[in-house]
């Protein structure tokens, strides 16, 4: 029975996690690409307003680190379990 639990708990943590990166990822690519786009107008980056550059390419970025970031705490999670390779 302590399996289970085990099991339980690891899945809760994972769905946590993947839950919490689709957050962050809807928020910089449709939130501030698209809904929020206006308000960042009057902020510049590389020549754009922030808007513009979080729809080209602030969501893409985001979306790359994200990757990364879930990686890396997809192994600590493993650890803390005992599923790791």
């Known amino acids: 029975m302590a399996d ?39 902020i510049g980056v590389g020549g754009t307003d922030l808007g513009f550059w979080f729809a080209q390419q602030g969501s893409i970025i985001v979306f790359l680190v994200l990757i990364f970031a879930y990686a890396f705490r997809m192994n600590k999670l493993d650890r803390e379990h005992g599923v790791d390779e």
């Open 4 to 42: 289970n639990s085990s099991s339980n708990a690891y899945w809760k943590a994972n769905i946590q996690t993947i839950l919490v990166f689709l957050v962050i990822w809807f928020v910089c690519s449709f939130g501030f690409g698209i809904l929020l786009r206006p308000m960042l107008a009057g």
